[in-house]
C-alpha cells in the first residue's frame, strides 16, 4: 500500500516538473516576442510586429493546458509576466492602429495579469510621443497624451484592488510621473513651436 503511495506521489511529482519546464520554456519565448512586438511597433512595422504577436498568443494557450491540469503553473512568475508583456504588446498595437482596446477574455488572459499589463502601456506611448515631438507632430502627441492619462485615471479606480494586484501601486507612481513629465514637454514644445511661427511672421513682414 505504502508503495503504490509513493509510486503515485513520484510519478505526479515528474509530470508536473515536466509541466512546469515546458510552460517556463514557453513563457519566456512568448514573453521574448511580446517584447519584440514592443520594439517593432516603436519601428512603425506592423506586419511583422503582429506575426510575433500571434506566436505569443499560440505559446500562452500551450501555457494554459498545462495549467489547466497543474493549476500552479498559472502563477508562476514567469507565465504571469509573459502574460502582462503580452497584454501590453496588444494594448498598444491596438492603439497604434486605431482599434479598440482588446479584452482580457479576447486575449485569453485574465484580469489580474491585463490591468498590470495595460499598466506599462503609458511608458510606451510617451517613447512614441518623443518621437512625434521630434517630428513636431503635436497633434498627434497630445492625442497620446490624452490616451496616457485615460489609462492613469481608469487604472486609479483599481487601487481598493491593489492587494490583489502586487505592483500596481508602484506602477500607477511611475504612469503619473511620465504623464507630468510628458506633459510638460508637450507644453515647452507648443511655446517653441508658437515662437518658432511669431519670428517667421516678423522675418515675412521685415522681408517686405
Given at each position: ?34 517584447k ?35 493549476t ?5 512568475e ?12 496588444n ?15 479576447d ?12 499598466a ?29 492619462e485615460?489609462i492613469y485615471l ?13 505592483g ?41
Amino acid at each position: 500500500m505504502l508503495e503504490d503511495i509513493i509510486r503515485n506521489a513520484a510519478e505526479d511529482l515528474r509530470a508536473r516538473e515536466k509541466a512546469r519546464d515546458e510552460a517556463y520554456s514557453r513563457a519566456r519565448r512568448a514573453r521574448m516576442l511580446s517584447k519584440q512586438t514592443i520594439l517593432l511597433l516603436h519601428n512603425g512595422n506592423q506586419g511583422k510586429a503582429t506575426a510575433k504577436l500571434d506566436e505569443a498568443g499560440s505559446l500562452l494557450r500551450e501555457i494554459s493546458v498545462y495549467s489547466e491540469e497543474f493549476t500552479e503553473i498559472g502563477f508562476y512568475e514567469a507565465v504571469t509576466a509573459a502574460g502582462q508583456e503580452y497584454a501590453e504588446a496588444n494594448i498598444l498595437l491596438c492603439l497604434n492602429t486605431g482599434k479598440e482596446y482588446p479584452s482580457p477574455e479576447d486575449l485569453g488572459l485574465d484580469h489580474k495579469d491585463y490591468i498590470l499589463g495595460l499598466a506599462d502601456v503609458p511608458g510606451e506611448l510617451r517613447r512614441q510621443t518623443l518621437d512625434l515631438l521630434r517630428n513636431r507632430d503635436l497633434e498627434a502627441a497630445e492625442e497620446n497624451l490624452t490616451t496616457m492619462e485615460q489609462i492613469y485615471l481608469n487604472l486609479t479606480e483599481m487601487e481598493e484592488a491593489s492587494l490583489l494586484l502586487k505592483g500596481l501601486r508602484r506602477k500607477l507612481d511611475v504612469v503619473r510621473m511620465v504623464n507630468e513629465r510628458t506633459r510638460a514637454e508637450i507644453t515647452t514644445e507648443v511655446s517653441r513651436e508658437r515662437l518658432r511661427k511669431q519670428l517667421a511672421k516678423t522675418g515675412d513682414r521685415l522681408a517686405e
